[in-house]
Every structure is written in structure tokens, then in C-alpha cells.
């Protein structure tokens, strides 16, 4: 198992967020948590990240317990996050905001290989690789903070909430390049408040109410349950 959560823990002050939560992420996989605002989705992508402590479980990836390792561990082991909200380097170019997704890297010709790759995810961005952060369209500035997160070389990429905000035919969009981003061999968890993308794009689904695990199970099964349908699929 490439990520293994285990009974997983997270208190702010004294008000649980998370409550044992426990799930897999398969090597090669698309995992998908949903939930309503308030459930502790991104609180656990803090935590799998190292920006969150557990107050008690543990989380383990490849083999190797990594719940109170430094953030920038957790990324040079392999693990990126793309938070809510995009937050790239405004005042940096698209390049430099790039770079900066590699650097704990030492093969500058690996890096330079994996930016020919992200500009080939993104042509976008390689139109813009001179302009401001700033200047960027909502929907461009996604697949910045996307491009950055894979100029780490993850091993597992945690996405969360990276449609928000965006028009319909850029959702589309960003399904298309997660599609791309897993079937390049990166697997994927993705948070999202679109249910029905989310389902549609993974294998295996979590859903999350009040911090716990109230539902898993194989995505297209989930779609069917009745209680996600009336919850979070508008039926």
C-alpha cells in the first residue's frame, strides 16, 4: 500500500476535526474524499502533508511512518499537496513559481526534463512562462499550483478542492489533466465538493461527515448509494 491513514486524530484546541479516520491509497490509484464544507476533508490532507499533528493514529507511506515529519520531508519523500485556493507565489513569474516546486531537487537535468513535461500538460503556461503569477486567469492559475506541486516528482499527489471557483468548461478541463496527471503513472487524492467529478474520476471513494469516515468503498458504488445520491449528488 503506497499511503496507508490509520485511525487518524486531529484536534484544534479542544474540538476534534478528525475522529479515527483510516484510509488507503493504493499505488497506481485515484482516492477520492467528499463531504460537506466543515467535514475535516482538507484537515487530512494537512495531516498526510505534516501540516496538521495527530493526537493520535498514525499515517504511513511506502512502508515508512511519516505522521510528525517536517512538511519539506514529507515532500521530498514523495508526497505534494496542491491546497485550496491555488495560493502561487503572485509576484514570481510562471517560471519561477515552477522552480520552486523543485527545489529540494538536485538533478537540475530531471528537473529540467519534468518542466518540458508540465509545459506539455499545460501550453498555457509555457505562453505565460514570463508573466506575473498575478496575471493569470483563475483557471490558469490552478494549473500553475498544479505544474508546481509535479515539478517535485511525486510520488502521490494530493489535490484538494481544485475546481472551485472554476467556469463549467474549465472543470471539464481540470478533470481532463487529472485524468492525464494518473494516467502518467501519479496517483491521485483528490478532495472535491463536486461529487459527481469526483466519483466519476476515481477508483475508490471516502466520504466524510462531522470528521469521521461514514461511508468507503469502490467510486462507481458509491455513486449508486442512495444516502450519497440525496446528500451530495442532487438526487
Given amino acids: 500500500m503506497l499511503l496507508e491513514v490509520r485511525d487518524a486524530?486531529?484536534?484544534?484546541?479542544?474540538?476534534?476535526?478528525?475522529?479515527?479516520?483510516?484510509?488507503?491509497?493504493?499505488?497506481?490509484?485515484?482516492?477520492?474524499?467528499?463531504?460537506?464544507?466543515?467535514a475535516g476533508k482538507s484537515t487530512l490532507l494537512r495531516a498526510i502533508s505534516g501540516l496538521e499533528s495527530l493526537s493520535q493514529g498514525e499515517i504511513r507511506f511506502d512502508g515508512r511512518r511519516i505522521d510528525g515529519t517536517p512538511p519539506e520531508r514529507v515532500v521530498a519523500l514523495g508526497v505534494?499537496?496542491?491546497?485550496?485556493?491555488?495560493?502561487?507565489?503572485?509576484?514570481?513569474t510562471v517560471l519561477e513559481n515552477l522552480r520552486t516546486g523543485a527545489y529540494l531537487r538536485r538533478d537540475r537535468e530531471a528537473v529540467e526534463k519534468?518542466?518540458?513535461?508540465?509545459?506539455?500538460?499545460f501550453p498555457r503556461l509555457k505562453e505565460r512562462r514570463r508573466q506575473w503569477a498575478k496575471t493569470l486567469s483563475g483557471g490558469e492559475q490552478q494549473m500553475l499550483a498544479i505544474g508546481r506541486a509535479l515539478m517535485s516528482n511525486p510520488r502521490v499527489l494530493l489535490l484538494d478542492e481544485p475546481t472551485i471557483g472554476l467556469s463549467p468548461v474549465l472543470v471539464q478541463e481540470m478533470a481532463r489533466i487529472i485524468r492525464e496527471i494518473h494516467e502518467r503513472g501519479v496517483p491521485v487524492v483528490l478532495v472535491e465538493q463536486n461529487a459527481e467529478l469526483a466519483l466519476t474520476l476515481a477508483d475508490y471513494a471516502y466520504v466524510l461527515e462531522i470528521g469521521s469516515v461514514a461511508l468507503h468503498g469502490p467510486a462507481a458504488d458509491l455513486h449508486e448509494n442512495e444516502h450519497v445520491r440525496r446528500a451530495y449528488l442532487g438526487a
Fill in 114 to 121: 519534468d518542466l518540458d513535461g508540465v509545459f506539455e500538460h
Fill in 80 to 92: 505534494a499537496q496542491v491546497p485550496e485556493g491555488r495560493r502561487v507565489f503572485p509576484d514570481l
Fill in 9 to 38: 486524530t486531529v484536534h484544534y484546541h479542544k474540538v476534534a476535526a478528525l475522529r479515527n479516520v483510516s484510509m488507503d491509497v493504493p499505488d497506481g490509484s485515484v482516492v477520492t474524499i467528499i463531504g460537506a464544507n466543515g
